[in-house]
């Protein structure tokens, strides 16, 4: 029988990054304000974490960023023009983003990496349980990956990862864990962690991606973990001790994500996102698929 953990209310996400693969349309412009379809990815990633019952936000950003907090912050001016024009669908549009969640940002200053951008959140999150999301993943709404995560640990305790099984030619660009398996199917007991293995060396095809579940314990290992792969203190190095010892703010486990996942970090696949995205909203979709249709066949 599981015992009852505390509610997670609290949404932690790192924003700091510099968009680098995007230049230059990320010379003066977030990554994560780039659209996908009509709304900045951003928002999508603020609307999952409010679909879950995460209603305080938190976001680690950095130089540059403040187009983020603009969005999520309310634009008189616009309101008032869109009201004059008595456009009360935009006007809901743009109220909407305003009106998602309690927003709270720091700046993480020296960027150390997802380790050191998660132990920034420290003083807003205390000693509670909390979420961490990262805005490149963009999962899909009808997939309700983050809510699983927090009924897992509100009933197991510990920390929570989200994972998805990937090719082995393609485990070097993630975390990998090794599991055990559990008496629920996409569940699993996280035994270790390697950040981005070579296929030969990976203990498993369990690839992390970017929603994780925390115990506040991690930042405590934080403070203490020296600088890893790359340079930078890794999240994945500080959750590996805690899947090392259960004692030591419980055990790590493991979702295992089969549903839709849309990753925004990368050129080709962000356009791929777009594509999917637009096919599938009804204002869009007929017309949309319709011209692709004719676009790929004229041009096979």
């Known amino acids: 029988m599981t015992e009852s953990h505390p509610r997670i209310t609290k949404a932690v996400i790192p924003a700091a990054g510099l968009g680098t693969r995007f230049l230059p349309a990320t010379k003066a412009t977030p990554k994560e304000m780039l659209p996908v379809v009509d709304k900045p990815a951003i928002q999508y990633v603020v609307e ?9 936000v938190l976001m680690i950003t950095g130089r540059n960023k403040r187009p983020l907090e603009d969005h999520f912050d309310r634009n008189y001016e616009l309101e008032s023009a869109l009201q004059k024009k008595g456009d009360a669908s935009r006007l809901a549009k743009v109220q909407e983003s305003s009106d998602l969640a309690t927003m709270h940002y720091v700046r993480q200053g020296d960027p150390r990496g997802l380790g050191h951008a998660v132990l920034c959140a420290a003083p807003h999150v205390g000693r509670e349980p909390f979420a961490v999301l990262l805005g490149d993943d963009l999962i899909d709404p009808r997939d309700p990956l983050l809510a699983r ?3 897992v640990q509100e009933q197991r305790g510990g920390s929570v990862i989200a994972l998805m099984e990937v090719a082995p030619e393609q485990i ?8 055990e398996a559990t008496e629920e199917g996409d569940l699993v007991k996280v035994t270790g962690l390697v950040e981005k293995p070579d ?17 506040p314990h991690i930042f405590d290992i934080l403070h203490k973990t020296e600088p890893g ?3 930078e203190i890794q999240l994945t190095d500080a959750l590996q001790q805690l899947a090392a010892d259960e004692k030591v703010g419980g055990p790590v486990h493991g979702v295992v994500f ?5 990753d925004t970090g990368d050129r080709g696949d962000y356009l791929r996102a777009i594509v999917r995205l637009a096919c599938e909203r009804e204002d869009l979709g007929p017309d949309f698929r319709t011209w692709l249709r004719s676009y790929v066949a004229e041009e096979m």
């Open 172 to 179: 070097h660009l993630y975390g990998c864990a090794a599991v």
């Open 229 to 231: 792969r790359g340079g």
């Open 199 to 215: 296929a030969a060396d990976a203990p498993s095809s369990y690839a992390v991606i970017g929603r994780y579940v925390l115990d």
């Open 258 to 262: 089969k549903g839709r996942r849309y």
């Open 149 to 151: 995560m927090v009924e």
């Open 48 to 56: 999952e974490a409010v679909s879950a019952g995460l209603d305080d």
